[in-house]
């Protein structure tokens, strides 16, 4: 069974440009999370989505976005990209509803210059 | 809101060294969960505990889910190089008030000497 795919794996963006990060869960998982992760702020929660739906978020602006696709998928969007948002994006898919048996993506880095 | 407090922030120990780190909080958790993250991967769960006093093992690991639901502590027997990872841990928790929440400590960073 292949794991959580994240695509890309690095990503180099300047201020002000946006970015969208793809995550393909573990075939059957119908719940994925996005976390963010900088040095010594562990992992903050972003959002999450269950058949399509966002059904919880955390505490960062409305430049961060993101949607679920019919088959799981899932990307996530910055937009107007700041320097603080250098981090490990990383993707995590369940097999329902009640999440807390997590499988993580590798993540994408994300720099911005 | 919830927050855990994950202690030692980091570790640098000998080989075959005992490693012992706790996560406490002021929020009751439904369940606590342990993961580790080698470099450059994403974090793999090791041990998820399920009831308040639980004690678990998974091979040189154990995780116990305190009493009161507020804290757990995970260690590690004989450490082996191949420990040297980010551990975190995590709490569940399903309210009403909070809905599905899981919150993750900041990490623990281990680094083993051989």
């Known amino acids: 069974k292949a794991g959580v795919t994240q695509t890309p794996r690095y990503l180099i963006k300047t201020r002000g440009q946006q970015v969208t990060l793809s995550c393909s869960p573990i075939s059957g998982h119908r719940s994925v999370s996005w976390y963010q992760q900088t040095p010594g702020q562990g992992l903050q929660f972003l959002f999450e989505?269950?058949?399509?739906?966002?059904?919880n978020k955390g505490n960062f602006p409305g430049r961060f976005s993101g949607r679920q696709f019919s088959n799981s998928r899932s990307e996530m969007n910055v937009s107007t990209l700041e320097l603080g948002d250098s981090a490990l994006y990383l993707c995590?898919?369940?097999?329902?509803?009640?999440?807390?048996?997590?499988?993580f993506g590798s993540g994408t880095q994300l720099s911005v210059l | 809101g919830q927050q855990l407090n994950q202690s030692p922030q980091s570790m640098f120990i000998q080989e075959g060294e005992d490693v012992s780190m706790n996560c406490t909080s002021s929020?009751?958790?439904?369940?606590w969960l342990w993961y580790k993250q080698d470099p450059g991967e994403g974090p793999v769960l090791l041990i998820a505990l399920y009831k308040a006093g639980e004690l678990t093992s998974n091979g040189r690991l154990t995780a116990q889910f305190g009493i009161t639901r507020k804290d757990s502590f995970l260690n590690i027997s004989a450490s082996i190089p191949s420990d040297v990872g980010i551990y975190f841990c995590a709490g569940h928790l399903i309210s009403m008030e909070y809905g599905n929440k899981l919150v993750f400590g900041a990490g623990t960073i281990l680094r083993v000497k051989s």
């Open positions: 989505y269950f058949s399509e739906t966002q059904r």
């Open positions: 995590a898919s369940s097999l329902d509803r009640v999440a807390e048996k997590l499988f």
């Open positions: 929020s009751i958790f439904n369940t």
